[in-house]
């Protein structure tokens, strides 16, 4: 096969959607779009050119990284988690993969009348877990209510503050042709488990959100003193738009092996049933990790010595830039790993 | 008169709702209940103990302050602002009170499946304009997207960083009896702007909310070397609920002058026809700060040269604890100021 797509395009630009649709908060190309259009080129500046999951920023001579998230996961409660420990670990790993120790969280809440006090309850004890697990600490908040109909339950916008110790940085634009790319776990669960626990599905066993806190895990390499070129979380749109994104980002290819990445039996399954491609279901536990050549199986033993990374992979290499940001090596031949393209899965995260 | 009712308490304990209701948001008491509650108490932490608009932190010997809110006014353009400004303000005044020197703002957006991408425009160019005029930079940002009917429209999270100068703090404990308050203009624009913006109301002029940047008439008191001890800028409950909260963690009391107290007369004329009292209604550019007896001359000065406080007025001082933590001078005599309680103007921010 040879691929023949013009890489990195977008097939639906946004100037062709006059409202808002679901796609555009998918992670996918419409959101990309969206993100490029409305915001990025509105709030120009030079720290944001780093396309990266936090802004890093110096001040006195301190490098911290910023970053914000909100949460409006239906339903609030999944098997694995909820939207409070989602709003706690998505936001430290956003930091962590930004080579940050997570310090201190935000966090704003949007709760439509009418929701139980209780719920309330149940998920700010859940945040209060997760930030401790995590190490960090909620120190600031917000509430506001808005009229029955007008919201859905509980919206949670958390926003995050680490350190970036000196000589850190997971930047995308490191990435170099040779750079190994690992995964520290199975793909997929927390997309299904979040759409099994909505629609009712039931398969043979309950599928659990991989929902955990990186932070630790990232701390690990880079205290081996591993080269660790680029950090991504594989969230929404899930691996496939991660490894697009840093592609494209740091204008290089990247290959990869289908049969290295895990994915659940049932996951495999609920997936074939459903018409997704477990590659672009999004994950809250998983990223990639993207090394020096040399340090590549270095890397995976720290990896695979943490319990986030017990079932770590070397899933592939970069290259020079190619016919497709990411190409992936199959049963068949090769085919393009595209970024998520509309709306697979509204709201789960 | 002698005011008997008992200070400090709450006629509404959250426990006595199941639900949230509106009023829950609005500013008042029975929101400072569930905050305390659900929030605080859950997410003790000795950073969060000065009650105050930000959390005071420090890192590596930098001093910060950090905060959040959300904001999900409605309507999403009023009279002197809209959601995008209102979301930068009002979070760089946040920072601001708490003496910091605001630098760096993040953005979270969830907006509503059907929400022209025009409307989207405006808002994030307003936004630009603000921060730019309010000297902070958005670093950072999130965009999730909800089903129609699940949201309204748009709503924005903002949260905030900002350098507290060495030597600088305006924590309520600070307030003394004897201190000098002092308001920087007049007071209901900003609830009253909304409320006739949402119901179509025409009054004789156009009121317009006071919404503003309060960063540097603050930083200016500073400058000057004004004995400030606290700020607090007067939204969601008003002045009379931002005097409230500050007697409350000062454990003193407050009269203040209802004569000296700015209101136009257009606002008052609405108030009246609403039913409102204009000291409970928010404001988006006004705040109170408490200075040393004898910097309250000086203070006023350097307010009045600053086009935010060419209105300033110095409103009261500061008292022992008395029978209620607010005590108002008025045409007949002195009436306990109360917090506000209920649900006064919903989602005025």
Same sequence: chains 1, 2.
Avoid: W
Wanted: a negative charge; charged letters at 20%.
């Amino acid at each position: 096969m040879s691929p023949e797509a013009p890489p990195f395009t977008c097939p639906l630009p946004v100037q062709q959607y006059a409202n808002v649709v679901l796609a555009h908060g998918a992670g996918g190309n419409l959101m990309h779009r969206l993100i490029d259009d409305v915001f990025v080129k509105v709030f120009a500046n030079p720290d944001q050119e780093a396309e990266h999951d936090s802004a890093v920023l110096e001040c006195d001579g301190v490098r911290f990284a910023f970053t914000t998230d909100s949460y409006v996961v239906h339903p609030l409660f999944f098997p694995g988690g909820d939207i409070g420990s989602l709003a706690v670990y998505g936001t430290v790993n956003d930091l962590a993969v930004s080579g940050a120790r997570p310090l201190y969280l935000s966090a704003g809440f949007i709760l439509e009348e009418g929701l139980p006090v209780e719920t309330l309850h149940r998920v700010t004890q859940s945040m209060q877990a997760a930030a401790q697990r995590a190490g960090v600490t909620i120190v600031t908040g917000d509430t506001k209510v808005v009229e029955r109909g007008k919201g859905d339950g509980l919206f949670i916008n958390t926003a995050g503050i680490g350190m970036v110790p000196e000589g850190v940085s997971s930047l995308p634009a490191q990435v170099r042709p040779g750079d190994a790319v690992l995964l520290n776990g199975d793909v997929g669960r927390h997309g299904i488990a979040i759409m099994a626990a909505r629609e009712g599905l039931a398969f043979e066993t309950t599928i659990e959100s991989d929902l955990a806190p990186l932070a630790d895990l990232v701390a690990q390499l880079f205290d081996a003193g591993i080269e660790v070129h680029c950090l991504r979380d594989c969230t929404r749109g899930g691996l496939a738009s991660a490894l697009n994104e840093i592609a494209a980002t740091a204008g290089a290819g990247i290959t990869i092996d289908e049969k290295a990445i895990p994915v659940l039996e049932d996951v495999r399954g609920a997936c074939e049933l459903l018409g997704l491609d477990p590659l672009h279901v999004a994950n809250e536990g998983r990223l990639v990790t993207f090394v020096a050549p040399g340090d590549a199986d270095r890397a995976l033993e720290v990896m695979r010595r943490h319990p986030l990374g017990a079932d770590a992979t070397v899933i592939g290499t970069v290259t020079e830039r190619a016919a497709a940001p990411v190409l992936m090596k199959t049963f068949g031949g090769i085919r393009i790993l595209d970024m998520l393209s509309g709306d697979q899965l509204p709201r789960i995260c």
